[in-house]
């Protein structure tokens, strides 16, 4: 039998992954430990197979791409 990470897929259609609250940042102020890395492998254990990344600028995105997800994705989830 298909767990429900395997019979449910997730794409992800906006997803701000420089935004400051994945170091742990709101409002100007730490409240806890940078997690974006956890946060995805959240996703992605329940079934996230593809990731629309986005950004505020050319340069904020370029930024998600080349440093925070590409090393973090697991072979079967398509970035875009």
């Keep these: 039998a298909a767990t429900n990470a395997e ?16 170091q742990g940042v709101y409002r100007g ?3 806890h430990d940078p997690d974006l890395d956890v946060v995805l492998q ?3 254990a329940a079934g996230l197979s593809k ?23 697991p072979p079967t989830c398509l970035i875009y």
């Design 42 to 44: 959240r996703a992605w």
């Design 7 to 22: 019979a449910t897929r997730f794409i992800d259609i906006g997803a701000n992954l420089v935004d400051d609250m994945y």
């Design 51 to 73: 990731i629309i990344i986005t950004g505020t600028s050319l340069e904020e995105s370029r930024q998600a791409l080349e440093v925070l997800i590409a090393p973090l994705a």
């Design 29 to 31: 102020s730490r409240k």
